[in-house]
């Protein structure tokens, strides 16, 4: 190097980023309901910064979070968060983790995607922690007999309530009981905006 000469520093181009971390949807199961297991959403969105998460953005107030995370969805992630929450607002919600592509995949499943006369606000997702075992579709034979419409696609119940899920008799809420699962339920409005938060968080740079 010549005397005097100074070390250029690399410049890269403007459409240069490093890698982006992957974007997750974590849904809680239970909180905010009738005055239990109260969590309040600017604190929850704290703790998922203090978790190192990049980014967290809540949904409405029945604990989704959207974030940047290099972990990878796991039940030891899961875990991890469940264990935080229950450290600072004293409860233990069960947590369900998808990708982005996950929950495309999942609203790209439904059964009602052909039924233009349905309602977006009288369908049900809940998401699974498991896939749950073969029994489960048995099970789900005996709630023929109610008016609701139950289908079960992996790790997804897709329900539709005609007369709406508040006046519905279908044990629905129950859900770990009848396919030995854990899982948390959101509208089909609810799971398209939080869709839609994420596909924009990925094309954020």
Known sequence: MARGAQRRKVKFPSSYTASIMPVLISMLRGVNVGGHNKVNMAALRALFESLKFEDPRTFVQSGNVIFRSREKTSPTLARKIQSEIEREFGCRPEVILRTTDELRKAIAATPFARRRNLEPGKILVTFLADEPGPEAHATLLGLKSYPEEVHLKNRELYIYFPDGAGRSKLP??????????????????????MLAIAEKMEAEK
């Not at 629905?172 to 905006?193: P, Y």
């Open 172 to 193: 629905w809420s129950s859900v770990e009981r009848l396919l030995k699962v854990a899982g948390t339920a959101r509208n089909w409005n609810s799971v398209t905006k």
